[in-house]
DNA sequence: TGTTTCAATAAAAACGTTTTTATTTTCCTT
DNA sequence: AAGGAAAATAAAAACGTTTTTATTGAAACA
């Protein structure tokens, strides 16, 4: 309403009718020239380009929408978990949007955000999606180990790029980290380090990166010939309170962990707290390992050793990969899967505290 | 094209033309009868209802974009800073898109984020999105004591709410948080405590709030019959590197301050990060007071004394406002200023570490 | 020179709505 | 019972594109 007012004032929007009756040619010409479509003479199309620049012409999105059936929209599904007390989580999605819409930039494609607040919502919002063509393709992340959204999306030749990998044997676009070798690698250099109580601070197991850290973890023990004590997977949502109630339940235990290997920066600092709280060092009494993707252990007191992926990146190639999707590519094509960079920031002779 | 594929498979997506032939009745009717227009005689306007619950029809967006000439899109502008060496910075917009993705919840609107790299590419979204209607409504934040933006939004009339207030006097819809107050309100409280040298974490000063937050810092210390030191406030960007570099430097002054009033969580994580490497301790050493919309800082070692509002109540606000606006309701009655509330977590006798 | 072929452009239809205008039906009123 | 008003519905136009089909004019061929 207010948005016609202002349109009112000014000359009319120029749309392909304002080019026809300024250069003299058909609509249809002028819009097989704005596409560049080789049935319309050189000489001809200049002359339209040059018009369109004259008056500042921008193809009308909905009119085109309505047309195409597309919607020149990229869909993000971003996780909120049920804000008890507002708790720190989900902050690294600002980076991930923030890489995607840099994919994204200089197309035709927006980013629309749906927030969604468990597995089941998100299920539902990629239904949705789907069914009314909400967009012309998806990204999202927290796969799950049987994920619905995936099957569906496969189903329904929908494009979509995930960040994660479900368990299902399928084809479909993603980027991923390799978690599996990243919870391999922590859990082996505290192992060497001398640790044998070793705590996996790790999300809920129904997600699939849960199970692949778990693997990495019993991998990591298997090789040094010891068994996985599986009795210290701690397995949450991967809010600081959880680190914290984490590292407080387990130190009170007769066997206590001697080092944590922990899923994110949130659950680290968390744990961080709940070691501060109980009066433990780290690097003294305990040893803390982190995951981290925004580059923020570095300024944890003391800095923790970390295997760090900056997320920005992962986000950048999930959007890439859509794109590409988007255009009829093969799926097998647009895989990657990340291996996070070790950033030492504790003394390497971790010395085993038992 | 894929999305194609798998639509040609099932039945055709039902239209109001599906409806007309379903009822027998024509498509104005059915149009209007979906509208709930009076004109449509009640008992047509339940077969029409119940032809379409049977068919499941949903309203094509892209017809009713065309025709309306609205985009159904609520536009956010999410600011991300040209992330140096991926800094931890804007971690606080998941809870601020999550806030207002909840309030348009059940609308017919949907969320479309532009990520923007300062404050000119701001600018250039905002006319952008005007010029080229590629939304009916626009929330942002990061506003400039005069910021362009709004002068631009103002004079086309187009709804939008913002996130802080700029030093014009215009009337518009925004949601803001008393940082004056605030600013005072920390300030004040270490001068009872004893302190004399404050330093002031804040933003670039161009930054609406960021004068809002030197007036109370000023204010506080004039009321104690004192001279506010203006050394003392350091401007940078939010970054916990930011907060970190300040401590290091201010404390290395002849004349170092006592206490730092901060202003979001990140700088406060900084603080601390420096402060814990040049082994100082909070409490003891140094007092901290911070400013926090995520519920973090309860979790820093020790948890810090803070003013807290959680964003995600304001991003709710922001999405409840611009779907007002959207409809054409006076900005007048839409403007709201939260005031944080305090959070003591260090003893209340600061004792003016002097 | 007349027919065919091709290149270039124009015309028309379509996408799914909403809205304005026109038509039909129903119900009063006299 | 006729006339008119009011209520209900239908028809048509429009929003701005793209795409399919049709038309024109010129060049090429026999």
Redesign the pocket.
Known sequence: MATEMHRAQRAP?P???TLAEMT?????????A??ESP???P??RDLIFKAAREVG????A???A????KSFQAAVLMPVTAARDYEWDGVEYTQTLSGISQALEGTDYRMSVHVIRDAADGAEAARRIVDQGLADGLIFSGILAEDPRIDLLVAEHFPFVSMGRCRKDLVYAHVDIDNEWAAHAATARLIAGGHRRIALVNPERRLSYALDRVDGFVRAFREAGLDAPMELIAEGDLSTHFGRQTVIAFLQLDDAPTAFVCINESTTLGVLSGLGSLGRQVGVDVDVIAYDDINVSAYFTPPITTFYQPIEVLGRTLGQFLLRRMEGEDPKALRQVFRPTLIARQPDNLGGRL
């Open positions: 929007t749309t392909i009718k003299g040619y058909s609509i249809a010409t002028i819009s097989k704005l596409r049935v319309v003479a000489a001809t012409y921008q193809a009308n909905r009119g085109m309505l047309r195409t059936g």
